[in-house]
Each structure stands twice: as C-alpha cells, then as structure tokens.
Nanobody, 123 residues
Framework: QVQLVESGGGLVQPGGSLRLSCAAS????????MAWYRQAPGNQRELVARITSDGSTNYADSVKGRFTISRDNAKNTVYLQMKSLKSEDTAVYYC?????????????????WGQGTQVTVSS
C-alpha cells in the first residue's frame, strides 16, 4: 500500500512564501514523474509543476519564475517552493506521482494522489 502525505500549507500574506512537501511511503520500487496540481473553488484541477525522474521540470505559465519544484529521491519526497504568492494562488494543492511497485520494464506504472493541502493567500 502506498501513501502520499502532504504538508506545508497554510495562510500567508500576498508576497509571502510557503514550501509544500509530499512524502511517498510504502512498498515502492521506483518513482517516475512527480507533480503538483491545484484546485480553486469552482475551478478544475490544474497542473502547477512537474519533475521527471532525471530532474527535468516544467511549470504552468502562471507560476513561472515564482515556484520551484524539486525532489529528493532518497526520501521519495517532492517539494514545491512558492514565492511572491498572489491571492490567485489560493487553492488546495495536491501532489501526484507515477511509481512502480516492482522491478523491470514490464512492471506496471501506478498513479497516486495526495490528500491535498490548503494554501490561502490573503491579507
């Protein structure tokens, strides 16, 4: 069984910073892509940033230059450093990972979601 545990959300003033973490645990053989999504009330869930197993990253245009995604493979953890936060960044943030439970190229890839962490940007 695999669990994703997120932390780091909270209330912050505009212009402030937060760092989100998402740790994967369980019988994991390897983790491929890791990503952060967000969903604001009344909106669809959208991709914020993602990072591949070799460290390549891409970002939504709305967060480029302000957010940084990173990962610690030894800890099976993905981070999202958020700076210069704006009110429009307010949302529930979810981590998402693709992982394998067993060795070999034929081993299936599974997709897991975290439980979500609230980020509120407000004065």
């Amino acid at each position: 069984q695999v669990q994703l545990v997120e932390s780091g959300g909270g209330l912050v003033q505009p212009g402030g910073s937060l760092r989100l973490s998402c740790a994967a645990s369980g019988s994991i053989f390897s983790i491929n892509g890791m990503a952060w999504y967000r969903q604001a009330p009344g909106n669809q869930r959208e991709l914020v940033a993602r990072i591949t197993s070799d460290g390549s990253t891409n970002y939504a245009d709305s967060v480029k230059g302000r957010f940084t995604i990173s990962r610690d493979n030894a800890k099976n953890t993905v981070y999202l450093q958020m700076k210069s936060l704006k009110s429009e960044d307010t949302a529930v943030y979810y981590c998402n990972v693709f992982l394998q439970l067993g060795p070999g190229e034929a081993s299936p890839m599974y997709n897991y979601w975290g439980q979500g962490t609230q980020v509120t940007v407000s004065s």
